[in-house]
């Protein structure tokens, strides 16, 4: 047997170029090798969506879309949303009372949310038990690997440590403790150089963007914020436009690349020429990735794909839930 991938999105948007190096790439490339299960956790954008929670729907259908654009098949892959698997929420109400109060706010992934997305003291009850859900989500089908990006981490460690908790009631290991798969780059920084590229933020390239969008963000992206002028020798480690060149490179452009930054740190070269070279990049990167999201855009196609994939998992969620009222001895 397989092993099995859990891993998805938050439907509070669009998919962009952050979420493709953080951790579609690796679904991509482990599709074959594991057993997939991708979630699209609708229940979970209402911890940001609540006022006004029915854009949500739109944004599962696209960021489905957006997934099936960056090569995943859906015949292979399971996709599901989690509304439609309640499993998940009676199984999540039972971890819920296996871990503390105080466990839950020290999260430090659902601290800097907080800050970042100025929620002060206004966020939800299941905000602070987001984790706690996605313990659910993950386990529900006994997950090995998780590929998320590097904010993610904090949050598969309280799964771990639930999944543990579970095992040692249990007396045997029911639940395997899940690795955490770190995408090469675990955090993108975004177009205007904010440490990370955010649905929220602005500061995003979508997944399917036109040429001409491509264009306008790079053009007026944050570079070295110290260089004025073009023979003024600039810092190439650090500098979005590297990251982001570094990051969509083919081989054939390792050359010009590599010109690129020695040329930059001299003072060789201006912004905008290397600049113009990332929109050539990004484009070439977004041409299979528009041409796939033609052939999905049908929204009766993107349903019948999410009723399939809802249906295998919610077999699996049934029977794990189940496994988790054995331990808990709730058989009756
Ligand atoms: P939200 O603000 O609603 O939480 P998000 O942009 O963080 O949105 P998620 O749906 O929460 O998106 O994350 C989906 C996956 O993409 C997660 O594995 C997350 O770690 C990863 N990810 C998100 N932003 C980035 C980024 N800038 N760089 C790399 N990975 C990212
Ligand atoms: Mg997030």
Redesign the pocket.
């Given at each position: 047997m397989k092993k099995r991938i859990l891993?998805?999105?938050?439907p509070?948007?669009k998919l962009h170029i952050?979420?493709y190096?953080?951790?579609l790439k690796n679904r991509v490339a482990l599709q074959d090798e594991y057993e997939e299960f991708i979630i699209l956790?609708d229940t979970h954008?209402l911890s940001?969506l609540s006022g006004n929670p029915r854009v949500i729907q739109g944004h599962t259908l696209s960021v489905l879309l957006a997934n099936l654009a960056v090569g995943l098949d859906p015949e292979k892959v399971h996709f599901f949303a989690e509304s439609l698997i309640p499993e998940i929420y009676e199984m999540a109400a039972i971890f819920s009372m296996y871990v503390s109060h105080n466990r839950a706010l020290r999260n430090p992934t659902v601290k800097d949310?907080i800050t970042m997305?100025g929620l002060g003291d206004r966020f939800s009850l299941g905000f602070v038990n987001y984790p706690i859900f996605q313990a659910a989500d993950i386990l529900c089908v006994k997950a090995d690997l998780v590929p998320?990006?590097?904010?993610?981490e904090a949050h598969i460690e309280q799964t771990r440590e639930l999944a543990r908790e579970m095992n040692r009631i249990a007396g045997s290991e029911v639940f395997p403790e899940p690795e955490g798969l770190i995408?090469e780059?675990?955090?993108?920084v975004?177009t205007d150089g904010n440490p990370?590229?955010?649905?929220?933020l602005g500061n995003t390239i979508y997944l399917g963007a036109t040429t001409d969008e491509i264009k306008e963000k790079v053009m007026s992206m944050y570079t070295d914020p110290n260089r004025i002028h073009a023979s003024d020798p600039g810092k190439v480690e650090g500098n979005p436009v590297f990251i982001y060149l570094d990051a969509f490179k083919t081989p054939e452009d390792e050359e010009q690349i590599a010109q690129f930054k020695q040329a930059y740190t001299q003072g060789h070269v201006g912004d905008v020429e290397v600049k113009t070279y990332l929109v050539g990049v990004l484009d070439r990167f977004m041409a299979p990735i528009r041409e796939r999201m033609e052939k999905y855009n049908n929204e009766k196609l993107l349903l019948e794909i999410l009723h399939a994939g809802s249906k295998t998992t919610q077999g699996e969620a049934q029977k794990n839930l189940e496994e988790v009222k054995k331990i808990i001895g709730f058989v009756y």
């Open positions: 891993t998805g999105d938050t509070t948007g952050g979420h190096v953080g951790t956790a954008a940001t949310e997305k998320v990006g590097k904010d993610q995408g780059i675990g955090k993108l975004g990370k590229m955010g649905k929220s």
